[in-house]
């Protein structure tokens, strides 16, 4: 049974950062691309950031580009967001996501986390 189990969520102010971390389990092979998405409230439910299974290849959302990195450690089964220069509009739910394929992860991840809560007061 998968499990992607997210934490580091919290409230912070406009111009702060917060550090995501999403725990995989279960997955039969370290070659699953993994991703964050977020949905904030009233509104479709988007893309933040993905990265393939090696590291080497990185998406970003042009939304949070420049302010938010993406990495992962295969050792511990562990994929990060790191969170910068955070903005209100940045509230919003934070979903961790796998899939084999990094490009499919954009459109339609194999498993979802059940995410964790980001605030940011302004």
Known sequence: QVQLV???????????????SCAASGLTSSSYAMGWFRQAPGKQREFVAAISWSGGSTIVADSVKGRFTISRDNAKNTVSLQMNSLKPEDTAVYYCAADHDLVELRKSPDYWGQGTQVAVSS
């Open 6 to 20: 997210e934490s580091g969520g919290g409230l912070v102010q406009a111009g702060g950062s917060l550090r995501l």
